[in-house]
T-cell receptor
Framework: GAGVSQTPSNKVTEKGKYVELRCDPISGHTALYWYRQSLGQGPEFLIYFQGTGAADDSGLPNDRFFAVRPEGSVSTLKIQRTERGDSAVYLC?????????????FGSGTRLTVV | AQSVTQLGSHVSVSEGALVLLRCNYSSSVPPYLFWYVQYPNQGLQLLLKYTTGATLVKGINGFEAEFKKSETSFHLTKPSAHMSDAAEYFCAVSEGNFGNEKLTFGTGTRLTIIP
């Protein structure tokens, strides 16, 4: 596609439930990044994939958060046993190889609300 | 380790006046620096970036920024504000070719334009 697509755009879930957030990067982009943006804050890094492997997952807050990219394209961010503090906008970005040189393209995000 | 500090969470300027949004960074390697703009309920759009070379960087919509290593700053300016500039602005840093490609963002500055 022309841009980075994130689905769903909005997700409301009950505390304790499991959720999956999907990111479709730009075709051919080998690098994919997940960020979390809480209200009034800047985006915080979660995880970065280069191809199928996680090059850096140091931003995942705890073991309830997990992300996969099995074929090096679409990525899914999975959150188990959701908590109200997980409510945020989850942003995905993709880039050709290194984003610093080739540029990062961001999706519009998934707004997750845990009630 | 890298970090970004944006001074002033809210900035208001009159239409036609100079826009100055401040950003200071910390990085253990030569930094790659970025400014992004975010309109309500949208993703992040790149305004400009500094990688290497010329320290004065020109971006879209009449914005520019100057990399000052001695001051560890990358302030964003625009000579004449337009109503359409009202948005949230984020400064970000990465290690680029020197290390990790992940972006570290500041907390953002909300720019309001007074008619």
């Amino acid at each position: 596609g022309a841009g980075v697509s994130q689905t769903p755009s909005n997700k409301v879930t009950e505390k304790g439930k499991y959720v999956e957030l999907r990111c479709d990067p730009i075709s051919g982009h080998t690098a994919l990044y997940w960020y979390r943006q809480s209200l009034g804050q800047g985006p915080e890094f979660l995880i970065y994939f280069q191809g199928t492997g996680a090059a850096d997952d140091s931003g995942l807050p705890n073991d309830r958060f997990f992300a996969v990219r099995p074929e090096g394209s679409v990525s899914t961010l999975k959150i188990q046993r959701t908590e109200r503090g997980d409510s945020a906008v989850y942003l995905c970005a993709s880039s050709l190889a290194g984003g610093s040189n080739y540029g990062y393209t961001f999706g519009s995000g998934t707004r997750l609300t845990v009630v | 380790a890298q970090s970004v500090t944006q001074l002033g969470s809210h900035v208001s300027v009159s239409e036609g006046a100079l826009v100055l949004l401040r950003c200071n960074y910390s990085s253990s390697v030569p930094p790659y620096l970025f400014w992004y703009v975010q309109y309500p309920n949208q993703g992040l759009q790149l305004l400009l970036k500094y990688t290497t070379g010329a320290t004065l960087v020109k971006g879209i919509n009449g914005f520019e920024a100057e990399f000052k290593k001695s001051e560890t700053s990358f302030h964003l300016t625009k000579p004449s504000a337009h109503m359409s500039d009202a948005a949230e602005y984020f400064c970000a840093v990465s290690e680029g070719n020197f290390g990790n490609e992940k972006l570290t963002f500041g907390t953002g500055t909300r720019l309001t334009i007074i008619p």
